[in-house]
């Protein structure tokens, strides 16, 4: 086999539990197919890059399950008597938009009777800690969107609020979620604290782009699709991340980023390209 179909049948092992059941399990020709929206002479330089990011941080159902299972018994969360500290705890059913947090909450119910024997339906009571599931939090906005209306009109005048998520954006927590909801709590004039559960810190403020763990170009491809979508005005401008003499996790190397950067960048510009019409948001 050539190094090609090496990194296109480990792409697909690495991925082949995503919807399970939901979708056809990947395949090499799936992702092979794929590929070729890239361009021809970066292909190769593109999949040896994204092999290595993708082992990094596909996070499976057992990745999230083992996050899961430890914070059980984390004392640092739980304290002393996990069992009583969880048998009290109010879990937070309040997402407004999407499913996620319904499967959080069935992997948590899980690993919960597992570590504990308690059942997550019978758990809570008054005075006990809240707690707000999610897989992951990008811009904030689902986090602050859900919490927000109940520290309003629900939360009780004191209380503790653990957000549990999988991965966590820096951004996100910083600017809409840290602020937004400090704010919140402030205008209400309730005492009720926020503290954030991760297995994942991904760093991607604007402050810390030369050193963001994302994918934030150094320089705009010279192709007209990305020439004509730096060009619409924006609220904040592209600012280019300066070259790191080092390799940045995930990423394997300076070089390696830089083509999934620019080649996620060129074909994201296509995409958005075929519409004669595109929202605000892209």
């Given amino acids: 086999m050539s190094e090609r179909d090496d990194l296109l049948a480990s792409v697909a092992n690495e991925i082949r539990f995503y919807r399970k059941g939901d979708l056809p399990e990947p395949t090499p020709d799936h992702v092979d197919r794929w590929l ?5 002479d970066q292909q190769l330089p593109f999949l040896r890059e994204f092999e290595h990011v993708i082992k990094q941080t596909f996070f499976t159902r057992k990745n999230v399950k083992d996050f899961l299972r430890g914070l059980v018994t984390n004392p640092k969360l739980a304290g002393a008597d996990p069992t009583e500290y969880w048998s009290s705890a109010n879990f937070l059913n309040i997402q407004q938009n999407g499913q996620s947090q319904k499967e959080m909450l069935k992997l948590f119910s899980k690993c919960l009777e597992d570590e504990s024997g308690l059942d997550i339906d019978d758990c809570g009571e008054d005075g006990g800690d809240f707690i707000y599931l999610d897989d992951v939090m990008f811009s904030g906005n689902r986090v602050g969107n859900d919490l927000e209306p109940w ?12 957000v549990i998520v999988a991965a966590l954006h820096s951004g996100g927590w910083w600017h809409l979620v840290n602020k937004r909801l400090k704010s919140v709590i402030a205008e209400t004039g309730k005492n009720i604290s926020v503290t954030y559960w991760r297995a ?21 491809p010279d192709v007209a699709e990305v020439q004509d979508y730096i060009a619409h005005p ?5 600012e280019p991340r300066q070259p790191s003499e080092a390799a940045i996790k995930p990423f394997s190397s300076e070089m390696g980023r830089q083509v999934l ?16 019409n595109p929202k605000q948001s892209m």
């Fill in 151 to 162: 520290i309003i009109n629900d939360a009780p005048e004191s209380a503790t609020v653990n």
């Fill in 234 to 238: 924006v609220k904040f401008p592209f």
């Fill in 200 to 220: 994942l810190d991904i760093e991607n403020r604007k402050w810390y782009k030369n050193s963001s763990g994302v994918l934030w170009p150094t320089a705009v």
């Fill in 36 to 40: 070729h929206q890239f361009t021809p």
């Fill in 261 to 276: 950067e620019s080649e996620f960048l060129i074909a994201g510009a296509k995409i958005r390209a075929k519409s004669e």
